[in-house]
């Protein structure tokens, strides 16, 4: 079946850092990949999002490519700030299905 | 903006009880989801909703059950509570669109004692 496997966490980083978070996925045919963020107490808001190979979703600074050779949507930004800290969500829509695959989660701490 | 609404943030109940989690959606979305989500373990699909009184199992629908009646309401049910249910559960809607993102509420924390 379809699955999302995540970069384990927890991440800590200091602000300015640079930032990646692995995502790979298994899927048949050609899955929507999408970036959600929880901050503390709240629910899951979308990041960012891609539809198709090669294309490459941007949002906050942060920037993801549909990479469909490695099966991969790595989460990347290049300077993050404490306002960053959060729980990250990679997930897969199969192209047919209304409902999305999530991975387990990766939570990033930005220290100052 | 999509508002996605969930009548309680915190709940505490007794194994046995029958309990219900509402969720309102005021975007006119066909579809309605209910995750729930556990450390280490992520978002795991319950049931969703395509139309009124349209339902299919997600992944783990054991234990609970679902109601849509109206477009805007999507209730999940649990039928008689235990201690293994006690998780965060998310409640999102998702407009027709093949590529339309998931909006989701800001969850319910049940504790089942």
């Known amino acids: 079946g379809d699955s999302v496997t995540q970069m384990e966490g927890p991440v800590t980083l200091s602000e300015e850092a640079c930032l990646t978070i692995?995502?790979?996925?298994?899927?048949?045919?050609?899955?929507?990949l999408f970036w959600y963020v929880q901050y503390p107490g709240e629910g899951l808001q979308l990041l960012l999002k891609?539809?198709?190979?090669?294309d490459k979703g941007s949002n906050k600074g942060f920037e993801a490519t549909y990479r469909k050779e490695t099966t991969s949507f790595h989460l990347e930004k290049g300077s993050v700030q404490v306002s960053d800290s959060a729980v990250y969500f990679c997930?897969?829509?199969?192209?047919?299905?209304?409902?999305?695959?999530f991975g387990s989660g990766t939570q990033l701490t930005v220290l100052p | 903006d999509v508002k996605v609404t969930q009548s309680s943030r915190y709940l505490v109940k007794r194994t046995g009880e029958k309990v219900f989690l509402e969720c309102v959606q005021d975007?006119?979305?066909?579809?309605m989801f209910w995750y729930r989500q556990d450390p280490g373990l992520g978002l795991r699909l319950i049931y969703f909703s395509y139309d009124v009184k349209m339902k299919e199992k997600g992944d783990i629908p054991e234990g609970y059950s679902v109601s849509r009646e109206k477009k805007e309401r999507f209730s999940l049910i649990l039928e008689s509570a235990s201690t293994n249910q006690t998780s965060m559960y998310l409640c999102a809607s998702a407009g027709r669109k093949d590529n339309s993102p998931l909006h989701f509420g800001n969850g319910t924390r049940l504790t089942v004692t």
């Open positions: 692995n995502c790979t996925y298994t899927a048949t045919g050609y899955p929507s």
């Open positions: 997930a897969l829509r199969p192209g047919s299905a209304r409902q999305l695959t």
């Open positions: 975007m006119d979305h066909e579809n």
């Open positions: 891609a539809t198709k190979a090669d």
